[in-house]
């Protein structure tokens, strides 16, 4: 989930064959869609990873029905899901499952095959061992599975092509042309076999596990921003104003603040033990961080026109209420003042009069200043 928001949408993805739901294309597809508000349920499939079972056990129908237990959970405790994302034989699985769980809305695979049954050209090493004996030790991926004649099997009695003329679904199907694992004349087919609406954006350059993060991350931007257009997400107000700073509150949304500073949007709220969604910094945070950027930006300005060398500074810190020191009833609440610690931390050659000297300009500049003068607000009804 995104710490920023609450999910418009959730997505349920299926890792590849063997795999897990840590693979790290997996956790990079997540992120970019968790960025753009998604919700999105990983998981791994029986015997695999984290989960309960034997992988021995376990076959393609039952990776079909893991997704529709995971739909089910989500239904129950979120949202049902409203998108599905499957990799490699996951996407494959993916098709089944849409097919059977009406919230979803859409569907997006990467890299899957037009038949389950091609994981047999992975093991076709041990095919025969595996039709003789019932059953083989088989290495994938450098680490060893056991495969029964029952999965094969299983495999073999599914028709994916029939499932995906009968879909009715929007589709993006992601593939790279130089897929060793699964040939791209399987994206072909399956864009063939699928009904409109149906996109497919070509992967140039990925191999088949999307090892490389930047086709990983690519791959979590496009699918954000091609499910936009079919899944329904709430529409953010757009805050226009004269001033520099805008906020907007909705009266059900507890003390989540849509910000407008300048050109830039942000969340601010308020911590979850004062009844916030601690979805952004709290209005003191945003005071703090403002003193924190001013000060940074100062000693650098400074420096720059000394010719002082600094390679990073650091400004770190926390507003809290303090007792004044001379105060003269220290039990009382007006006792107390507002108290921001700062730590600076320069990264530089300088010598001890130059950082001194750097000192005293942190403490000059402007929202230094502003906290420390007589400021006044002056307050009118907006029609």
Request: charged share 25%; net charge negative; glycine share 6%.
């Amino acid at each position: 989930l995104h710490i920023d928001q609450e999910p418009h949408n959730y997505v349920l993805f299926a890792h590849c064959f063997t795999c897990t739901k840590n693979l790290l294309a997996v956790k990079q597809i997540s992120r970019g869609l968790i960025a753009h508000g998604f919700g999105v349920l990983r998981f791994d499939f029986t015997g695999l990873g984290e989960s309960e079972g034997e992988f021995s056990e376990s076959n393609f129908s039952g990776n079909v029905e893991d997704l529709q237990a995971a739909a089910d959970f989500l239904s129950a405790h979120y949202l049902p899901p409203a998108m599905m994302v499957g990799h490699s034989l996951g996407g494959a699985a993916v098709v089944f499952a849409a097919a059977e769980i009406p919230s979803v809305k859409a569907i997006a695979t990467i890299g899957a095959p037009f038949d389950p049954g091609h994981v047999k050209n992975l093991i076709k090493s041990s095919l025969q061992e595996i039709t003789e004996k019932g059953v083989a030790r088989v290495n994938l991926g450098g680490r060893d599975f056991t495969i029964k004649k029952q999965f094969l099997d299983d495999l073999e009695s599914q028709s994916l092509l029939e499932t995906v003329r009968n879909l009715r679904v929007p589709w993006l199907i992601l593939h790279s042309p130089q897929d060793e694992i699964v040939d791209i004349k399987n994206a072909e087919t399956l864009y063939k076999a699928a009904f409109h609406p149906k996109s497919f954006i070509s992967l140039d350059g990925a191999d088949h596990l999307l090892s490389n993060i930047k086709d990983a991350a690519y791959v979590g931007r496009v699918i954000s921003e091609w499910a936009s257009r079919y899944l329904e997400q709430p529409k953010v107000n757009d805050l226009h104003s004269r001033f520099q700073v805008v906020a907007s509150l909705d009266g059900d949304t507890g003390f989540t603040t849509q910000l407008k500073i300048g050109k830039h949007s942000y969340t601010a709220d308020e911590p979850t033990e004062v009844g916030g969604n601690d979805f952004g910094p709290s209005p003191y945070e945003l005071v703090a961080a403002g003193l924190a950027a001013c000060t940074a930006m100062t000693i650098q300005m400074y420096a720059r026109r000394k010719n002082w060398k600094i390679p990073n500074v650091e400004v770190h810190i926390s507003h809290n209420k303090t007792h004044a020191e001379d105060c003269e009833d220290c039990d009382s609440p007006s006792a107390k003042i507002d108290t921001f610690q700062r730590e600076i931390k320069i990264t530089s050659d300088l010598d001890k009069k130059q950082i001194s000297r750097l000192l005293e300009i942190a403490d000059k500049c402007p929202v230094h200043r502003t906290l420390h003068s007589q400021t006044q607000v002056i307050t009118k009804l907006k029609p």
